[in-house]
């Protein structure tokens, strides 16, 4: 989470992209390499709970230190002064095939922002 200094939709738009941007170049995406993106809707925490607006990314690469494939799979959203990511990172042979899509997709289903 990163607390932005205001409650300003061009901040977390900006801020938003920048946590893209940071997670495409940890992973060692070249930038011929296009994320997936996708717009979804996350449920906020709040009681009821609310949909927030999010994007989700998905990206694969090969890890710069060893070489091994890797896949990252983010959700993103930002509201009021907050922006979230939730993220799984695979590596290995599990990166090439989509084995354990059932098991991200509840995990990031479970992503519930404040």
């Known amino acids: 989470m ?3 200094p205001a409650d300003d939709a061009e901040l977390r738009r900006e801020a938003l ?3 893209q941007s ?7 995406v070249h930038p011929g390499d296009p994320a997936r993106t996708r717009a979804v809707t996350i449920q906020s925490a709040d009681q009821p709970a609310r949909p ?3 994007v989700e990314v998905e ?10 494939p890797r896949r990252l799979t983010a959700r993103l959203v930002a509201v009021g002064t ?3 990511q939730a993220v799984v990172l695979e590596s290995g ?3 090439r095939d989509q084995r354990h899509a059932e098991q991200i997709e509840q995990f990031l289903g ?4 404040y």
């Open 93 to 95: 042979e599990g990166a």
């Open 52 to 54: 927030l607006d999010g």
């Open 110 to 113: 479970g992503f519930h922002p």
């Open 17 to 19: 992209a920048a946590m």
């Open 59 to 68: 990206v694969s690469g090969v890890s710069p230190q060893d070489q091994s």
């Open 2 to 4: 990163v607390t932005l």
């Open 22 to 28: 940071g997670l495409l170049a940890n992973l060692g």
């Open 82 to 84: 907050r922006a979230y």
